[in-house]
C-alpha cells in the first residue's frame, strides 16, 4: 500500500469536524489500485541505491524518482521486514522446513529476493495471497518475464513448457511450485481461507506471517478473525504487520482524510489507535507476546546502524519535520506465539539499541 502525504502547510487549514470525503470507486477496487504505487515507490528506492531488488522493476510500467522521504521511507520498511524474518529464520535454523505467509501480497517481491539471497538456506516455502485480481496479474508479470519464472519454474517437472503452466495458472489463479504458493483470496470472509489447504500449507511448522497496510484496510472483526486464525492455526508462528495509527491528532486526521480521497479508507484505525491498543489486539486474540515500535523508533533504534550510514549518504535530506510527523504515525507490530519460552525471550524488537 502506498499513498501521498499530506503537505504540513494543509495541517490547521480545514475544519478537523467535516464530514468524510465520499468513495466514489469501491473500495476493493481503490486498494487494488495502490499495487502500481507502492511498486513504483519500492524501485525508485531500489534505483537511488537504498536496497537491492533485481525483480521489482518488472512489476513497474513508468519509473518514477520519489522525493528523498518516501525513498527513506520505504528503505525503512523493508529493512525492518528483512531483519525481523532473519530472526525468524535463525529460531528455528535447525528445523528444515518453514513458512512464510505474504497477506495482501500485491506487487511485492521479497519471495524472489529471498530466493537470490546466497547467505540464506532455501528451507521455506513462501505462500502469497492477495484479490483475485491482482494474483491474475501477477501471474501474468511472472509469464512475461524469464527472471521472474527462473525463481521458480526450477522447481516444476520438466516436463512441462513453463509459459503453458503459467498460461493454465492465469486461469485458474493459483501458482503451486515447490517453494513458491500463490493463490486468491478474500480476507473479509474466512470461507476463501481454504485456499491455503489447496496449496497445501503445513500448519505444524514455524510459519510467519506478512502484513503491511492491509488488515488496517478491512473491518475491525475481520482482521481480528485473521489474526486470530493465525494464532489458533500455528503454535509456533509470528505476525508482522505494518499499518497506521495516530488518527486523532492533526495531523492523523489529515492522514485519513488523503487515504479516503484515494477510495480507500482506514476501517479499523479507529478500533486501534494508539500502540497499546495495538498490544491488546494481539494479546487477546492468541499471541503470547507482542512488541511494537514506531517508524521514528525503528529507524533509530532496530534497523543496523550500519545501513543507516550507508543510506543517508545517497541523497541530500531536509525533511525532518514531515519525515517524525510521518514516521510517528506507523507502527510495526511483531507478535510471536511458541511453546518455547526460550524462543520468545530470544526475539529482540522493542528492547534493542542497533544490535
Known amino acids: 500500500m502506498s499513498f501521498s502525504i499530506p503537505p504540513l502547510s494543509s495541517i490547521g487549514n480545514h475544519n478537523s469536524h467535516a464530514p468524510r470525503t465520499s468513495i466514489k470507486k469501491s473500495h476493493k477496487e481503490s486498494i487494488i489500485g495502490t499495487n502500481d504505487d507502492a511498486a513504483s515507490c519500492k524501485l525508485s528506492a531500489v534505483n537511488v541505491g537504498y536496497y537491492s531488488d533485481p525483480f521489482v522493476k518488472y512489476f513497474v510500467k513508468h519509473p518514477i524518482r520519489r522525493q528523498p522521504l518516501i525513498n527513506r521511507g520505504f528503505f525503512s520498511r523493508v529493512e525492518c521486514i528483512e531483519q525481523l524474518v532473519s530472526q525468524f529464520f535463525t529460531q528455528y535454523k535447525d528445523i528444515n522446513k518453514k513458512q512464510i505467509i505474504s497477506l495482501g501480497c500485491g506487487f511485492d517481491t521479497y519471495y524472489f529476493r529471498l530466493m537470490n539471497n546466497k547467505d540464506i538456506k532455501k528451507d521455506f516455502i513462501y505462500f502469497e495471497v492477495d484479490y483475485d485480481q491482482v494474483i491474475s496479474n501477477k501471474i501474468k508479470i511472472i509469464q512475461n518475464h524469464k527472471e521472474l519464472q527462473s525463481m521458480i519454474d526450477q522447481e516444476w517437472d520438466s516436463k512441462y513448457d513453463t509459459n503453458e503452466k ?166 510495526y507490530v511483531f507478535a510471536m506465539k511458541s511453546n518455547s519460552p526460550s524462543i520468545l525471550d530470544s526475539y529482540y524488537f522493542e528492547n534493542t539499541k542497533n544490535k
Open 166 to 331: 503459467l498460461a493454465s495458472m492465469v486461469n485458474h489463479q493459483k501458482v503451486s511450485s515447490k517453494s513458491y504458493r500463490l493463490g486468491s483470496i478474500d480476507l473479509t470472509n474466512l470461507e476463501t481461507f481454504k485456499i491455503f489447504d489447496e496449496l497445501e500449507i503445513d500448519y505444524n511448522v514455524p510459519t510467519l506471517f506478512l502484513s503491511e497496510c492491509v488488515l488496517v484496510y478491512i473491518p475491525t472483526k475481520c482482521g481480528n478473525d485473521v489474526i486470530q486464525w493465525a494464532s489458533n492455526k500455528f503454535s509456533e508462528s509470528c505476525f508482522i504487520t505494518y499499518e497506521q495509527i495516530k488518527p486523532n491528532d492533526e495531523f492523523g486526521r489529515m492522514m485519513i482524510k488523503n487515504i479516503e480521497m484515494k477510495g480507500c479508507p482506514l476501517l479499523s484505525i479507529e478500533s486501534f489507535p494508539e500502540i497499546d491498543d495495538q498490544r491488546k489486539r494481539y494479546n487477546n486474540l492468541g499471541w503470547n507476546k507482542t512488541e511494537i515500535l514506531d517508524m521514528r523508533h525503528v529507524y533509530s533504534d532496530f534497523i543496523n546502524k550500519n545501513r543507516i550510514k550507508e543510506t543517508e549518504k545517497l541523497e541530500i535530506f531536509d525533511e525532518f519535520e514531515e519525515w517524525d510527523l510521518i514516521q510517528g504515525h506507523y507502527v
